[in-house]
């Protein structure tokens, strides 16, 4: 089953969407690089290296925790719903989510390498972020691809 057709009626509910792991790996590296962000004091990071003066909206107490705490609400929601019912949009939205997630990896690199610092996240970006999205992103546009037979 694809991202484009339903179950037949007769094959019973599918317990899971054709992007059912590629969700739920998803959101656990999400789940676990946030905390690494949230624990380690993101925002003190910022406020001690100016590098991105966009980045100021961390600042009042509690505001980055209440950001990162919906947010894993929403993607969590998404992912529940998406390994649930196999909608339409999962794909496209799994693809956006990888991108989005490795370009936020790629920032903490970055970032770190030019202030000479570890940006809290930094860690879970190596280690966990960069190879599950990547899988992720591999296992969803393979799956487009016509099979040969």
Do not use: C, K
């Amino acid at each position: 089953m694809t991202d484009e057709q339903s179950p037949s009626p007769d094959a019973g509910p599918a317990p899971y969407s054709s992007h059912g792991r590629a969700w739920a790996a998803a959101m656990a590296a999400f789940l676990i690089h946030s905390v690494e962000e949230v624990a380690l004091n993101l925002p003190a990071w910022v406020g001690a290296h100016p590098v991105l003066p966009w980045l100021g909206w961390m600042a009042p107490a509690g505001m980055f925790a209440t950001v990162v705490g919906v947010l894993t609400a929403v993607v969590g929601g998404l992912a529940i719903y998406a390994m649930a019912t196999a909608p339409r949009w999962s794909r496209r939205v799994l693809i956006v989510f990888a991108a989005v997630m490795l370009g936020n990896a790629a920032s903490h690199i970055v970032l770190s390498a030019m202030t000479s610092s570890l940006m809290p996240g930094v860690a879970t970006a190596g280690l966990v972020v960069v190879p599950v999205f990547a899988g992720v992103l591999w296992a969803v546009l393979r799956r487009a691809q016509p099979r040969a037979g």
